[in-house]
Nanobody
Framework: QVQLVESGGGLVQAGGSLRLSCAVS????????MGWYRQAPGKQRELVAT???????NYADSVKGRFTISRDNAKNTVYLQMNSLKPDDTGVYYC?????????WGQGTQVTVSS
């Protein structure tokens, strides 16, 4: 199994940027899919972006052109660069790892965008 630890959240003004990191440790299997999800207060958790071992990416329509997901396999870390942040981007951001039947979540990191 793997363990995920997110970092990089915080408070930022609208239009600002943040970069989230997700450090992966443990028994990492390939191929795998890493992803970022978010949950706003009173709402369901939703997909933000995913990236495969082969660095194929997928984004929610709401973040396309503003967010970029990337991974550094040598450092076992996945990143989410968030630019042009909006108040609607506020929420807890969770890192996710999927490989075969394994589906693991991090503890989450809070992102708050003020208007």
């Amino acid at each position: 199994q793997v363990q995920l630890v997110e970092s990089g959240g915080g408070l930022v003004q609208a239009g600002g940027s943040l970069r989230l990191s997700c450090a992966v440790s443990g028994s990492i299997l390939t191929p795998n899919v890493m992803g970022w999800y978010r949950q706003a207060p009173g709402k369901q958790r939703e997909l933000v972006a995913t990236i495969t071992t082969g660095v194929s990416t997928n984004y929610a329509d709401s973040v396309k052109g503003r967010f970029t997901i990337s991974r550094d396999n040598a450092k076992n870390t996945v990143y989410l660069q968030m630019n042009s942040l909006k108040p609607d981007d506020t929420g807890v951001y969770y890192c996710n790892y999927r490989s075969g039947s394994e589906d693991t979540w991090g503890q989450g990191t809070q992102v708050t965008v003020s208007s």
